[in-house]
């Protein structure tokens, strides 16, 4: 049993003279632990080997911050496209409103590197040395013997350990590996930035880890306070079904009616230490411990279980729960809208973009023969691959002078090129400005990329000698 009951009105990690007390959650066995486990490896291990597997040359993630380009499962961002992961971020915030409101905090539970890293790597090294909950709670009371300052000191080790290896491989999503590598056979002072960035981060982690913990859930973490906006009674949640739980056993009573028999145990598993029976609370970040500890006990007991269970506030009630409401269809209207328009952009991105831009300088230049416009063609290429372009001039009017345009255009790998075109216009022919387009056909992929572009010039009457002849000379 714990040491003190919970309370709805105040946090149970917060003495009654303001302290923090530890907790110390007990382990849990059951269907739901198993699946969880099972996914919070799943989930580690992809974090870990990202960084490893090859997807078309690069890292399957690569935030490659030096050379300013985003590689994500082959797919290649240059910087001038970093604007498309708008429609990533957009789309995993809808995703999270339209999962909370059917399913509740599923993502705290099941997913929050939070919650996974917790659960299932530093608790384990801890309860591995320390013991289960009833003996770390006692090593906590005990004096500062030489058996818990070396159980202390060798846990407090690992946490550090483990803190750095996850922050080198967050490090490695934005460096690649074979750098990582060099950087830590190398001298600190080779990469002094990224030297202090890792002693930062594993700080942080360790810090949040070996002590924060369940803080970080309940003071710092936004979404627990969102839960309230984007949950209704229909919403998937985890609770306690009051009509079948009370009241509970009375220890002066012989027999009670309820199911419950008040043992505790939903609230000993609990990594942030409420009592589920006392409704759904901001606290509770959706883990199933407290299923498996309720429905371990209810097999003990010769009861059905599902005391505790996933079910909406509405299902608890004794009413349906719906499905489809104005939440979710809101929700899923704007996931689906926001998906349809990204579908629509990333299907008419090209692996190439091509830009005309005008010389700086004047607008357009006149010599004895001819006006001239000039113009700098950038060609980028998207692809980890190199590819070649033609440089063309469409609808370009009789007596056009075009150089520039002569043999291929070579473009390097996630490379740009850049290539000046001078439009000349003899005066005889010329009639004032006019529109063209500019093109590069690329013949790797076979398609054609053109800009309209506006060939300036004066006033044609300007160019005529005998107007010029009929102006007084100053």
Not at 335 to 361: D, E, H, I, T, Y
Not at 372 to 389: D, E, I, M, Y
Request: aromatic content about 12%; charged content about 20%.
């Amino acid at each position: 049993m714990l040491p003190n009951r919970p309370s709805i009105d105040s946090v149970t990690t917060i003495n009654d003279d303001g302290s923090r007390r530890f907790l110390h959650p007990a382990d849990t066995r059951g269907r739901w632990t198993t699946w969880r486990r099972l996914a919070a490896w799943l989930l580690i291990a992809v974090y870990v080997l990202l960084p490893w597997i090859p997807v078309g040359g690069y890292p399957a993630v690569f935030l490659d911050i030096g050379e300013r380009r985003f590689h994500l499962l082959g797919w290649t961002i240059p910087t001038q496209e970093t604007w498309l992961l708008f429609f990533l971020i957009s789309g995993a915030g809808f995703t999270l409103f339209f999962l909370t409101a059917l399913l509740g905090r599923v993502w705290c539970g099941w997913a929050c590197p939070q919650t996974v890293f917790l659960e299932y790597l530093f608790r384990r090294i801890e309860r591995l040395i320390e013991g289960d909950a009833v003996a770390r709670r006692r090593l906590d009371a005990a004096p500062w013997e030489t058996a818990k300052v070396l159980k202390r000191l060798l846990k407090h080790a690992l946490f550090a350990l483990l803190a750095a290896v996850i922050a080198h491989v967050f490090l490695a999503y934005f460096v690649s590996l074979p750098r990582l590598y060099g950087m830590m056979t190398g001298a600190p002072t080779e990469h002094w930035g990224l030297f202090v960035f890792m002693l930062a981060a594993t700080g942080v982690l360790y810090f949040d880890f070996a002590w924060f913990r369940e803080q970080l859930c309940i003071v710092l973490c936004p979404y627990g306070r969102l839960q309230s906006a984007l949950i209704d009674e229909h919403s998937l949640v985890i609770g306690y079904d009051v009509a079948r739980g009370e009241p509970r056993k009375n220890h002066g009573l012989p027999q009670f009616l309820g199911d419950c028999i008040d043992c505790a145990r939903c609230v000993q598993v609990c990594p942030t230490g409420i009592d589920i029976r006392q409704g759904l609370q901001l606290e509770c970040i959706g883990c199933t411990a407290c299923i498996d500890a309720c429905d371990e006990v209810m097999l003990k007991v010769k009861k059905p279980r599902g005391l505790i269970r996933y079910d909406s506030l509405a299902g608890f009630s004794g009413a349906k729960t719906r499905w489809l409401r104005p939440r979710t269809l809101l929700y899923g209207a704007l996931l689906l809208a926001g998906s349809l328009v990204a579908l629509a952009v990333f299907s008419n991105l090209k692996p190439a973009s091509f830009v005309p831009l005008r010389m700086p300088g004047g607008a357009y230049f006149i010599d004895a023969e001819a006006v001239r416009n000039q113009f700098l063609v950038r060609l980028t290429n998207k692809t980890g691959a190199p590819r070649q372009f033609r440089l063309l001039v469409e609808n370009a009017p009789e007596g056009m002078i075009i150089s520039g345009t002569d043999g291929p255009v070579e473009v390097a790998p996630l490379q740009e090129e850049v290539r000046s075109v001078i439009i000349r216009m003899p005066r005889a022919v010329y009639r004032g400005a006019f529109h063209f387009r500019l093109a590069a056909r690329d013949e790797t992929g076979g398609y054609t990329l053109a800009r309209e572009v506006e060939f300036l010039g004066p006033d044609p009457r300007l160019l005529n000698d005998d107007y010029w002849r009929e102006k007084p000379a100053h």
